[in-house]
């Protein structure tokens, strides 16, 4: 296989995943807390995996990329998880920075990233070639600077989660 299949591969497949990703972000009211969480604890790995295997094209006119999810629709987005995840939406990060722990929101940090990954799908899989390319650009720079930082945010959290489930359903006690 060469590079050019290989790159062809990489973006198809994360192309792949950020739909079924997409989809379950906007048909999200369906779902129940632990589902969604559990969902997420598997998906957002995989997207940090093929996100991390994109190669950003060598040339590319970024005239050709435009955002389609709308304030609005992030507005929806956002509440929608806000109001599954409840009492796990929030959680604390350590800013190095400011060196104290900073407040975070689960639905904040999927809706960031959803937001990216739509746009690039949308630009995608519309098949015009230029928009194509711009898009595995954007989708590349994007990971870097934005959606892949949201998803290393969220994993550790995702576990934590994780654990917190296992532990009650070994011992049979509830956590606060």
Same mark, same amino acid.
């Given at each position: 296989?060469?590079?050019?299949?290989?790159?062809?591969?990489?973006?198809?497949?994360?192309?792949?995943?950020?739909?079924?990703?997409?989809?379950?972000?906007?048909?999200?009211?369906?779902?129940?807390?632990?589902?969604?969480?559990?969902?997420?604890?598997?998906?957002?790995? /995989?997207? &940090? #995996?093929?996100? @991390?295997? *994109? +190669?950003? =094209? %060598?040339?590319?006119?970024?005239?050709?990329?435009?955002?389609?999810?709308?304030?609005?629709?992030?507005?929806?987005?956002?509440?929608?998880?806000?109001?599954?995840?409840?009492?796990?939406? /929030?959680? &604390? #990060?350590?800013? @190095?920075? *400011? +060196?104290? =722990? %900073?407040?975070?929101?689960?639905?904040?940090?999927?809706?960031?990233?959803?937001?990216?990954?739509?746009?690039?799908?949308?630009?995608?899989?519309?098949?015009?070639?230029?928009?194509?390319?711009?898009?595995?650009?954007?989708?590349?720079?994007?990971?870097?600077?934005?959606?892949?930082?949201?998803?290393?945010?969220?994993?550790?959290?995702?576990?934590?989660?994780?654990?917190?489930?296992?532990?009650?359903?070994?011992?049979?006690?509830?956590?606060?």
């Amino acid at each position: 296989m060469n590079e050019e299949e290989s790159k062809s591969i990489v973006i198809h497949e994360l192309v792949a995943v950020a739909n079924e990703f997409c989809w379950f972000m906007e048909n999200i009211q369906r779902y129940e807390a632990d589902t969604i969480l559990e969902y997420m604890r598997k998906m957002i790995p /995989l997207l &940090y #995996v093929k996100g @991390s295997m *994109l +190669k950003a =094209p %060598e040339s590319y006119d970024e005239s050709f990329m435009q955002r389609y999810v709308t304030e609005e629709t992030y507005e929806i987005i956002f509440n929608d998880i806000r109001n599954k995840l409840q009492q796990n939406d /929030l959680f &604390y #990060v350590f800013n @190095s920075e *400011l +060196k104290e =722990p %900073e407040e975070r929101s689960m639905a904040e940090c999927l809706t960031d990233i959803y937001q990216d990954l739509k746009d690039g799908l949308i630009a995608f899989t519309k098949g015009i070639e230029p928009e194509k390319i711009c898009a595995e650009f954007y989708l590349h720079e994007w990971f870097i600077t934005r959606w892949g930082a949201q998803a290393a945010v969220l994993m550790p959290v995702l576990h934590a989660e994780f654990q917190k489930i296992t532990i009650q359903s070994q011992s049979g006690t509830e956590f606060d």
